[in-house]
């Protein structure tokens, strides 16, 4: 053995011997369990942060008496786990973040996430709602479509759902756009929102048709960039210049009014109604969710800008159906109310349902499933 390889040898000897033995080298900390969901329905949320001194819980808003702003306290336990337990929680799916030392993060043990405007929520889904749990049957798909916009000059994305069998079949399908809230973006509806689930269930319930699903993103910017991300004229432009005319070219579904639908919860809901009344003849289904004519009580603008489609006999003729739904304790109860009753005034046959609730994802998944059993009939 040459005397550099030697010396080599016992180097490496001498650090093995000084280093600590595995056996005595502290053993990793168990993983942590988050979400944790039990059959109760408790579900148990917990975050390993030994150097952290508080730890909050935020929601979405859809956990009852945990704050969207603020935060519920978690305990810390000796191993530097926080937690907290949630008890007995209805079915659905659920938007939460936790705020460390007063740093907001996502759950690091959860990969399940839900996107909005401006942040990615962590998600979790409890069972028990047949109309949405994930069913042992044929599913559709949800696919993430990325597409070029001339009227906003960059490219954007959609989520677009095809029914079971699409990809093997030559058949043409009807097309409902769908359409998300403020705060939110065009993975809500599929993630929080459960719309794929719901779909899919009433497709193999044969409650509804099968149809392909286009959930665009309705916000044109973020919130706190230039128009606040609430530009709804910049998105109904788009919406007429990009977005239908590449999900017409691009998929194949059943042209005409018949076979197009829209609907959209609260301002998807006020987009929903400026873009079916700019063009009525092209719709023959609209579904207003939480939602109306922003500021009619006060304002009677919109009423004029859309008085010739809003008294023209012939759109009417062939409009399947005009929807609303709104829970009790929602804070645009009166905004949809004075809508319903503007168009009742012109003469359209409105449906209106008034739920329980409030303003939330437990209505709106609710007000999808009433919703598309009633279209393409």
Not at 22 to 40: F, I, K, R, T
Not at 62 to 91: E, N, R
Not at 168 to 184: I, T
Not at 280 to 299: K, Q, R
Request: hydrophobic residues 40%; glycine residues 10%; charged residues 20%.
């Amino acid at each position: 053995m040459s005397r550099k390889l030697s010396t080599l040898l016992a180097s490496t000897l001498a650090l093995i011997a000084a280093a600590p033995s595995l056996a005595q080298a502290p053993a990793p900390p168990p993983p942590v369990v988050s979400p944790d969901v039990a059959a109760s329905r408790d579900v148990t949320l917990r975050l390993r942060a030994p150097s952290a001194e508080r730890v909050e819980l935020v929601s979405g808003g859809d956990i009852p008496g945990v704050p969207i702003q603020g935060g519920l306290p978690l305990a810390k336990d000796a191993d530097g786990v926080f937690s907290v337990m949630l008890p007995t929680l209805a079915a659905g799916a659920y938007r939460y973040r936790f705020t460390v030392d007063g740093v907001p993060t996502s759950d690091p043990s959860n990969p399940e996430t839900s996107e909005s405007n401006g942040n990615a929520w962590s998600l979790f889904y409890v069972p028990g709602a047949p109309f949405m749990d994930t069913q042992r049957l044929a599913h559709g798909g949800v696919a993430e479509v990325h597409y070029f916009s001339t009227a906003l000059g960059r490219t954007r994305r959609m989520h677009v759902y095809t029914p079971p069998g699409y990809e093997k079949s030559r058949d043409a399908y009807p097309v409902f756009y769908l359409l998300h809230g403020a705060f939110d973006g065009d993975d809500s509806w599929s993630t929080v929102g459960r719309a794929g689930f719901i779909v899919d269930n009433l497709i193999a319930s044969g409650t509804a048709k099968q149809m392909i699903v286009v959930m665009p993103d309705g916000h044109t910017s973020r919130f706190g960039s230039t128009g606040g991300g609430l530009n709804t004229a910049d998105f109904v432009r788009e919406f007429t210049a990009d977005i239908k005319p590449y999900v017409e070219s691009t998929y194949r579904i059943r042209n005409g009014r018949a076979s197009t639908a829209i609907a959209g919860l609260s301002m998807g809901g006020a987009q929903t109604l400026d873009i079916a009344f700019g063009d009525l003849t092209s719709y023959g289904y609209v579904g207003v969710f939480s939602s109306g004519v922003f500021g009619i009580a006060n304002d009677a603008s919109w009423e004029s800008a859309h008085g010739a489609q809003l008294d023209n006999a012939a759109a009417k003729r062939d409009l399947r159906l005009v929807w609303f739904s709104t829970g009790k304790d929602d804070f645009l109860l009166d905004t949809t109310k004075a809508t319903v009753a503007m168009l009742e005034k012109h003469g359209f046959d409105v449906v209106y349902e008034e739920s329980t609730g409030g303003h939330t994802w437990i209505n709106w998944r609710e007000y999808l499933a009433k919703f598309a059993p009633q279209l393409f009939e």
